[in-house]
């Protein structure tokens, strides 16, 4: 029991600084008296919600239909309580409206409306009372890479916040928009009209959101800066807004993935999460040690669950507690005892792990719901062992703002984004991981092994922000 292991080696420590963990009854506690529950075997390190659900009333009807959903039954004591636990936990939620909205997503996750009298799922889209009269608008984050092919059209990301006073919305009038200027280096305009972006939904003051900007490159190599602006359709471009980056405009730019293959077929989401399967396996083949893995957002069906009925311990982390108890579950189902799996409640951002202690990490369909992957992987790298593999699968790579899952799960909350590869390059180049052997399956779906790499720091190698003109 990978997870035991770790405690008894004092690997797995309190989050939040709370020094080292120790059993009790019913969970863990930490050197300052804080409680983390465990239930079914799951421990909840997340524990960051304090409410009485007492007075909620006993779910039975949706118990029975997630225990017939998922083959269980619902006569029997420890199951039914495994899934009520998991189920109230969905509405212990914590502030943050992206954790909350990841929370929440349990019930429609299952495909199961949620219980009757319950509180309605939280979309954590706020309203606010008006629409911006003045919009303001931040860019926080974005993958440009510092070098792109002439006369080529593709989404990019740009994450922006909403730093003035009203909503930012795209349907109402007039709409706001995302778009870009090109000039040369040397300020000559060469192409005021950039095509647009709209927001997927509604921004509320203070609210973060991944935008997707279709940019068309000049046809002309050079040594270009685009201009992202926000503009108010038919009313005004914001020129004191958004962000100016060096771009150098070249017949080819090669990217960061060498070893690239790509497959054709179309896409088929049991056939992807097969062969996502069967890739992890492959990196984490049989030897004499078992590997020690660290799975990432793994939610109720860790993707290195075959792994470890042959090569490998894996603690499975996921935000919320409910997946985590049912995963727990339908490990057990499939004869996958605690011994070599176990699951895990917290928050992958801030994970209470000593350096060095993974061997390898997975993250399947996971890394775009993080607003900082860059971020994130960077941290992860710290856990993992010089030697050791980060495997990443099932990524979507083919930006679509109109993909209807997107557009749903956004308009939940949930921080959807999607990458070009350009952009996983520049994210995974400046965690300090390098890739090995990349994947891309039906055009849409990218899988990778990656290495850390030589450099201790990370390489900055994006496109260079020379701020905005006229600020
Ligand atoms: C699209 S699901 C993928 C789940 C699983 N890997 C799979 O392929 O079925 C994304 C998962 O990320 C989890 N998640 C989101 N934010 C998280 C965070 N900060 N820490 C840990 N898990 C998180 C969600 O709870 C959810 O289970």
């Known amino acids: 029991m990978l997870l035991d292991r770790l405690l008894e080696e004092k690997s797995l420590r309190a989050p939040r600084g709370q020094g080292a963990l120790h059993r009790v009854d ?6 300052l008296g804080g409680f983390y529950r465990e239930q079914n075997g799951v421990v909840d390190l997340f524990n960051d919600y304090e409410r009485d659900l007492s007075h909620l009333p006993p779910p039975h009807d949706f118990v029975a239909a997630v225990a017939r959903q998922w083959g269980f039954d619902p006569g029997d004591d420890t199951q039914y309580a495994a899934i009520e636990g998991a189920i109230r936990a969905t509405l212990l939620v914590p502030e943050n409206s992206n954790l909350r909205a990841e929370v929440r997503e349990f019930a429609s996750r299952m495909k199961i ?10 979309t954590a889209v706020t309203k606010a009372e008006h629409v ?10 974005h993958y440009l890479p510092a ?11 740009f994450r922006i916040r909403n730093v003035g006073l009203g909503e930012l919305s795209s349907t109402r009038t007039p709409p706001f928009r995302l778009s870009y200027h090109w000039t040369r280096a040397q300020g000559e305009l060469r192409i005021f009209e950039g095509e647009r972006a709209t927001l997927p939904r509604d921004l509320a003051p203070g609210d973060e959101m991944t935008v997707m900007v279709p940019i068309a490159t000049p046809a002309e190599p050079g040594e270009y800066v685009l201009q992202l602006r926000p503009l108010e359709e038919m009313l005004c471009w914001h020129e004191d807004q958004g962000g100016d980056y060096r771009v150098s405009i070249q017949p080819t730019v090669a990217h960061a993935f060498d070893d690239l293959s790509h497959d054709d077929a179309p896409f088929d989401i049991a056939e992807d999460i097969a062969a996502a399967e069967r890739l992890v396996a492959q990196a984490l083949p049989r030897r004499e040690r078992r590997w020690r893995v660290l799975e990432i957002a793994g939610g109720a069906f860790p993707v290195s669950l075959s792994a470890c009925a042959v090569a490998a311990d894996v603690v499975s982390v996921d935000i919320s ?8 579950l339908i490990a057990a189902r499939r004869g996958l005892g605690r011994d070599h799996l176990q699951f895990l409640a917290a928050d992958a951002c801030s994970l209470p792990f000593a350096p060095g202690t993974f061997d390898a990490l997975v993250i399947c369909a996971a890394l775009h719901h993080f607003p900082d992957p860059t971020a994130l992987l960077a941290c992860l790298r710290l856990l993992l062992a010089p030697d050791g593999v980060l495997v990443v699968v099932r990524e979507p790579c083919n930006p679509n703002p109109f993909d209807v899952d997107y557009l749903r799960d956004i308009g939940l909350g949930i921080n959807e984004q999607q990458w070009n590869l350009r952009e996983y390059g520049r994210i995974f180049t400046e965690a300090g991981f390098r890739p090995e052997r990349t994947l891309v399956r039906s055009r849409c779906s990218l899988s990778t092994w990656l290495r850390p790499a030589q450099a201790p720091h990370p390489e900055r190698c994006g496109a260079e922000s020379v701020g905005v003109a006229g600020r």
């Open 147 to 157: 070098a792109l092919p002439a006369c080529t059209r593709e989404f990019y990301s």
């Open 132 to 141: 911006a009269a003045n919009p303001q608008i931040e860019v926080v984050r």
């Open 321 to 328: 507690f409910a997946l985590c108890q049912l995963g727990a």
């Open 113 to 122: 409306p949620e219980p009757e009298g319950w509180p309605p799922t939280a």
């Open 26 to 31: 019913g969970g863990l506690a930490d050197e």
